[in-house]
């Protein structure tokens, strides 16, 4: 179980909200790539993008902290995946001219799944009872 932290629903994880962001904003910019991508490029980065919310929430709704832990790794090698179907898509003149946008909301993704990674791996150690019972007792006679 995730001793010590609070888990709401992962509809309340901004990291959750932006990859959902980032899904759309795939979706919509594949829209427009050539029918001949359409089992190519097209298909795989939403997979891709698919992915990374997906993993969140399921490792989330798990309750457990390897197991959000391994989700979590799964939804950052989707992530990379896609970084690197956005850069083979740019490079290629797939991508249209507001496609810097997707790759910067993908970077912002990536910061955000690997801080949370971070927090839920290596918790901050929490105070002992005895050192705050110790702390809240000082000054008093």
Known sequence: MMEGLEMGSYRDLMVWQKAIELVIEV????RAFPQTELYGFTSQMQ??????????AEGQALK?????????????????ELETQLEISDRLGLLPSEGQRIIHKANEVGRML?????????PRPQKSLELEAQRTGEGQT
Do not use: D, M
Request: hydrophobic share 40%; proline share 2%; net charge positive.
């Open 27 to 30: 979706y919509r910019v594949t």
């Open 64 to 80: 457990r902290t390897n197991a959000y832990g391994r989700h979590l790794a799964i939804a950052s090698g989707s992530l990379a």
């Open 114 to 122: 690997s801080a949370l990674r971070k927090s839920i791996l290596n």
């Open 47 to 56: 997979r891709a993008s698919v992915s990374i919310p997906s993993n969140i």
